[in-house]
Structure formats: structure tokens, C-alpha cells
């Protein structure tokens, strides 16, 4: 049964991956002028035997049908075509700055779950509470600001007046460190972006832990628990906040696209040497097969995240409808 | 109690609708009070607010960030609103067939939006942008692909739990066709979450405008709040009024936004207070 609902799980993240590959073919055609016409123009020569022969190269002279057929295959074979700019290979690029990309909104992640379910847990357990009040205000405001404004208020903050944080970059440059000096020096540049992206989340984990652990309280094996004479403070986590917990799962898949958007956006902020600084630089150079290719990878983590969440999830919570 | 003292009864919907009143008004206004247009320079690079003239300073390159920031509320509001606009026809329409007739046709569109959901969607509106070149019609069509999707959802679930209730098998009975039904039957009674949806939409859109101008993928013509966000990266650290400004407009008009919205949606269901 379980084996069933994974299967068909998969079949989907295969279709979403199909499906972005298919608007990215879209978009490539639903530009004006073509890659020879690009390439052309960037060498500065447009002379119609030079462009029939690069059409001929690419293909791009066959029906749009066979084009499909064969930048789909191409993308299977994790072909993502070659940077306009950088003349290298996409993919490659791409992997080069996926680490970082990785490495900040893991970090952002985290931080934001351990940091909304403890507040989350302090608003419900007093609802209408200071506190609670203090938690539902913020996640107001958190869901107003701009993100990367967020960021750029906290580095003059934190950066530019108090001197606490470095301002930008992941890691102090021409220091050179190695080893654990290395990881401390990963560590203080991560702070300030991993808090921008996570501050928004955070109000949102905050909030959701609160209204699921309210609904938790009020169930009969809550007050079977109590009545059994167990203490309220284990009720409180062995109880309510492990059940409550359950829903953060799908949620941390659903705000895995969010997450990304977001940091495309914070990269660019402090300067954080990921997919988002490289998206900012294929837009200004116009190097639509690298902005393409950055799209379709973020599509295709955002999904397989997505698949591992609902595995968790039907893992986690047995009522989980199977099919 | 109504509809008006219901949404009145609220503090933050007040506040939020008075703000934004007067946003729209300075929006409006802007052309009138100002003696120039945003794009002028009137003065030396980076003064402080409060120079002779100069009630918000003067940006990077001496243009009057109080008209900068009057006619963003302009771009900003423009923006906004048309791409929710656009975002809600074409959400209502896709939700309510979906609804109305089920089966296959709301299956389709179910997998349609929950694709949308699954993938970076601002990352798609990005692209979009930079492939269609920025500009005020590329950012709406951006902003309105990535968020008619939310609209058709509740567009549906308010149609599937509609079209089987008694007024619409009398108006069956009486021989309206299927389009009379969903317009003038159906559509009246599903507004209520559509209205309080469609004020949290515009926030969200001007939030999306702010950051693909930030990133350069405004329209180069206008200047937007997001546009002067990103100009001023390079002196923030000396004249903060530069950066700090503008995205303290974003963040007024978009928390005004949602508190009109949280007021709408206590004074559309009052059964659901709390």
C-alpha cells in the first residue's frame, strides 16, 4: 500500500519536471529571434550562410515537433544547453553554485521551524496571552515587508552601525581558512541572510503551530492523558505539540517554492554565491539558456522536496489516506 | 449588525482602510503637488531629508525622492491592482467551470494548480520577465500566471459546494442555461471569499513588483518603490533614507492591505469569528 502511494508519487514529480520542461521549450520559442540570431549577434556577424549553418547545427531549422522531442531529451540527459555568456555547459555552472544555494536555505529551514514551533508552543499554550498577541502582530509585519528589504534594514543594522556580522559574501575573502576556522567563518556570514529568509517562515510556523496545537488540546486523548494524571508539562510535549507537529511536514513541502523565490532574492542581498546571484547575473547578461536552466533545477528540487515531505508524511501519520 | 459596522468594529481595518485612502489619494494627487517629474533631477546626489526642498532627501543621482516616492505609490497601485484584477477573471472563470461541472474538466485544473504550487513561482515570473523584456504589461502577465491559481482554488470549493443546493436546481428546473447559472445565480452567492482573497492578492502583487524591479526587471521607463530599492543598493550605507523610505511606503501599503482584508473577511462571515 505504502509502496503504491510512492510509486504514485513519483509518477507526479515526473510530470511537474515534464511539465517545467515543457513550458521552458515554450518560453525559449515564444521569444522573438532565435539562439542564432543570438549568437550571431554576439559575434557580431550575420551573414545568412553563417546563420543557416548554425540553424542546421542546432537543429533549428527542424519541425517544432522534433525540436521538442529533442531538447526533451536533451534535458534527460541533464543537457541543459550552454550558457550564452560563459559558453560552458549549464548544467555545470548550475552545480557549481547549487552547494551554497543548499547549504543557506537549509539553514533558513531549520531555523525557521525550530524557531516557530518553540514560539508557536509559547502562544498556544496562553492563547490571547501578551505573548500571543506579540506573535501574531510580527507575523503581520513579517508578511508585509519586502524580503530583500528585510535583509538590506538588517545589515545596516547588524552590519554597517553595530559591526556585529559581516555585510556580505560567504566566507571573509583572501583569508583563505581551512578547517574549523573555515566553518566559523561560513558561520558568521550565514547568520544575517539565514535570518532574513527564515524571519517570514518563522511567523508562519509560529502561527500554524498555534492554531494546530489549540485544535490538539481539545481532543479526547488529550484529556484522557490528563485525566490519567499525567503531568501538564508532558502533555504539553509528548501530547499536544508531537500531534500538532504533523501538519508542519506537508507545510515545509509547500513553502519549499516560496523558500527558493526568496532566496533568489536574499542571494542577491548579501551577495551569496548561489543559484540566485547566478539568476541575477544570467538576467542583466541576457543569458536566457542559464536563467532557463536555473528554473528548471529550483522546479525539480522544489518537487523532489515536496516527494520526500509526503513520504514523511504518510510515514509519520498513519491516517494518512493511501492512494 | 451589517456589513459597514461589522468591518467598522475593527481597529485594524480602520486604520488599515484610512491608509490606504490616503495612499491612493497620493497616488492620485502626485502629478498635482509635485513641480517636476520623478525622473528630474533637482539637486545634488544624496541629501538628507529635510534639505531646503527636499522633504525626503535627494537619491543617487539628485532626484526628489518625495516625487520618487509619491509617483511609486502610482506604478505600485497600478501594478497591483491590474494584475489582481486580471488574476481574479481568469481565476473565477478556470474555478467556476471546474466547480460547476467537476469530472475531468476539475481534475485537469486541480493538478494545474497544484503544478503551480509546487513550482518556484516567482522563479517562473522571473524568467517570464526577462524573456518577454520588462515592462509594465510583462510584469502583470508575470504576476497574474503565478496567482491566478490561488483564486481558482477557492473559486472551486465555493462552486462544488454551491451546485447542488436548491436555488440552483430551481433555476435548472426553469430552463437557465449553464452561463446564466454561474453568473447570475452561483457567482453572487461564492463573492464573499472571493472579495477577501482578491484584497490579499494586491498586497502580494505589489510585493512581487517590488522585488522583480529590485532585481532590474521593472519596467526601465518607471520608477517604482522596488526600482529605488535597487538604485540605492550602493548608498545605503551612507544615506540610508535612500533604501529605508521606500520599502517603508511597500510595507505601510501592503500591511493596510491585509488589515482590509482581515476586516472584509470578519464582516463577510460573521459566523467565523475568532
Avoid at chain 1, 66 to 89: K, M
Avoid at chain 1, 170 to 177: F, L, N, V
Avoid at chain 1, 253 to 282: C, H, M, R
Wanted: proline letters at 5%; charged letters at 10%; aromatic letters at 8%.
Amino acid at each position: 500500500m505504502k509502496l503504491r502511494y510512492i510509486g504514485l508519487r513519483l509518477i507526479k514529480t515526473l510530470l511537474v519536471t515534464a511539465a517545467v520542461v515543457l513550458i521552458s521549450f515554450f518560453l525559449i520559442h515564444a521569444v522573438p529571434g532565435d539562439a542564432a540570431t543570438v549568437m550571431a549577434g554576439q559575434a557580431g556577424y550575420a551573414d545568412e550562410t553563417y546563420m543557416a549553418n548554425l540553424r542546421a547545427e542546432y537543429g533549428l531549422d527542424q519541425p517544432l515537433p522534433v525540436q521538442l522531442w529533442r531538447y526533451i531529451s536533451h534535458v534527460a540527459q541533464g543537457d541543459l544547453g550552454t550558457s550564452f555568456v560563459r559558453r560552458e555547459s549549464v548544467l555545470s555552472i548550475i552545480m557549481e553554485r547549487m552547494p551554497n544555494t543548499l547549504l543557506l536555505d537549509g539553514f533558513a529551514l531549520v531555523l525557521a521551524a525550530a524557531g516557530g514551533i518553540a514560539l508557536g508552543a509559547v502562544a498556544a499554550r496562553r492563547p490571547g496571552s501578551a505573548g500571543d498577541s506579540a506573535v501574531t502582530t510580527l507575523s503581520m509585519i513579517f508578511y508585509a515587508v519586502p524580503q530583500f528589504w528585510l535583509g538590506m534594514m538588517l545589515v545596516l543594522l547588524f552590519a554597517v552601525w553595530l559591526g556585529w556580522f559581516p555585510p556580505f559574501g560567504i566566507e571573509t575573502m583572501g583569508a583563505d581558512y581551512t578547517g574549523l576556522a573555515r566553518i566559523a567563518d561560513v558561520a558568521r556570514h550565514i547568520i544575517l541572510p539565514g535570518v532574513t529568509l527564515a524571519l517570514y517562515f518563522m511567523a508562519s510556523y509560529a502561527r500554524l503551530t498555534r492554531t494546530a496545537m489549540i485544535e490538539v488540546a481539545d481532543q479526547d486523548f488529550v484529556k484522557t492523558a490528563r485525566a490519567k494524571g499525567i503531568s501538564e508539562r508532558q502533555v504539553q510535549r509528548r501530547h499536544i505539540l508531537r500531534n500538532a507537529l504533523i501538519p508542519l511536514i506537508t507545510y515545509a513541502g509547500l513553502q519549499a517554492s516560496i523558500l527558493v523565490g526568496g532566496s533568489v532574492l536574499v542571494e542577491n542581498v548579501f551577495s551569496w554565491p548561489g543559484l540566485g546571484t547566478l539568476a541575477y547575473q544570467a538576467v542583466q547578461g541576457r543569458d536566457n539558456p542559464l536563467l532557463l536552466g536555473i528554473f528548471i533545477v529550483t522546479a525539480i528540487l522544489v518537487s523532489l522536496f515536496n516527494l520526500i515531505t509526503d513520504i514523511a508524511y504518510s510515514i509519520v501519520d498513519p491516517r494518512v489516506e493511501l492512494g | 449588525m451589517n456589513f459597514a459596522a461589522r468591518f467598522l468594529s475593527r481597529t485594524t481595518s480602520v486604520i488599515g482602510f484610512a491608509v490606504f485612502t490616503l495612499i491612493v489619494v497620493i497616488a492620485l494627487a502626485a502629478p498635482i503637488f509635485a513641480a517636476h517629474g520623478p525622473m528630474a533631477i533637482v539637486g545634488l546626489p544624496l541629501l538628507p531629508p529635510g534639505s531646503p526642498g527636499l522633504l525626503a532627501g535627494s537619491d543617487v543621482i539628485g532626484r526628489d525622492m518625495a516625487v520618487g516616492l509619491a509617483y511609486g505609490a502610482r506604478i505600485s497601485l497600478l501594478i497591483g491592482i491590474t494584475s489582481t484584477c486580471c488574476a481574479v477573471g481568469l481565476g473565477v472563470l478556470l474555478g467556476a467551470v471546474a466547480g460547476y461541472y467537476g469530472g475531468l474538466v476539475d481534475d485537469l485544473l486541480m493538478q494545474v494548480t497544484e503544478f503551480f504550487q509546487i513550482i518556484p513561482s516567482f522563479v517562473l515570473a522571473m524568467v517570464l520577465v526577462a524573456f518577454l523584456q520588462p515592462s509594465l504589461s510583462s510584469t502583470v502577465i508575470g504576476i497574474t500566471l503565478i496567482t491566478w491559481p490561488q483564486v481558482a482554488r477557492v473559486v472551486r470549493g465555493q462552486f462544488l459546494s454551491l451546485r447542488s443546493r436548491e436555488f440552483v436546481e430551481a433555476a435548472r428546473v426553469l430552463g437557465m442555461s449553464d452561463a446564466r447559472i454561474i453568473f447570475t445565480q452561483v457567482l453572487p452567492n461564492a463573492l464573499p471569499p472571493i472579495v477577501v482573497v482578491s484584497s490579499m492578492i494586491v498586497g502580494n502583487a505589489i510585493l512581487t513588483e517590488s522585488a522583480l524591479s529590485f532585481l532590474g526587471l521593472g519596467d526601465p521607463d518607471l520608477l517604482s518603490w522596488g526600482t529605488m530599492i535597487g538604485a540605492s543598493r550602493v548608498a545605503m550605507w551612507v544615506a540610508w533614507w535612500t533604501t529605508v523610505l521606500p520599502g517603508l511606503c511597500i510595507m505601510v501599503t501592503v500591511l493596510a492591505l491585509n488589515f482590509i482584508g482581515d476586516g472584509l473577511n470578519d464582516a463577510l462571515n460573521p459566523r467565523r469569528r475568532g
